[in-house]
């Protein structure tokens, strides 16, 4: 499998990792949800080149993640939002968050913690089954073949965790 070639994949996670699959797109939508939306401040917040973040966002922009909105006209200016496809990535990124408190956090905590406005607690991001509503974990989760599999000319299947 070759990287340029992952959105040709009958994989769901491949196609999108050729989409957010590098280090320094996941950290532009880090600060994308964090209210970041101008290339200046994506530039000084990231440490990140000119060339490799100007590169990011195309990318972005050409896969509809994010959009470009002026915010000033002479000379024109223009910033960077989410869109719906981009407001989907949200729980990707929660669940990187909340792997990342548990298993890479030091003694100090969680470095920013989430506050749900509905109710006012602090929350941490939870998988549950659309259909009932209860939480899922890895070993719960029995994997087939769908619509999509069956088209690809492969004898790989997937395989069920156990």
Avoid: N
Avoid at 66 to 77: E, F, I, N, S
Avoid at 133 to 160: F, L, N
């Amino acid at each position: 499998m070759r990287w340029e070639e992952l959105d040709q994949q009958p994989c769901s996670v491949a196609r999108a990792l050729s989409v957010v699959g590098d280090r320094w797109t996941l950290l532009v939508l880090r600060d994308c949800f964090l209210g970041v939306r101008r290339f200046d401040a994506f530039e000084k917040r990231l440490g990140i080149t000119r060339h490799v973040l100007t590169d990011r966002l195309k990318k972005l922009v050409h896969e509809g993640v994010l959009y470009k909105a002026p915010y000033q006209d002479k000379p024109r200016r223009e910033e960077y939002r989410l869109t719906d496809k981009g407001l989907d990535l949200h729980p990707v990124l929660m669940a990187l968050v909340s792997w990342g408190d548990h298993h890479m956090a030091d003694d100090r905590g969680a470095p920013i913690v989430r506050i749900h406005k509905g109710c006012g607690e602090v929350m941490r991001p939870v998988m549950v089954c659309s259909e009932c509503g209860e939480p899922v974990s890895a070993r719960e989760v029995k994997v087939e073949p769908g619509t999509g599999w069956a088209a690809q000319a492969t004898d790989v299947m997937p395989i069920e965790i156990g």
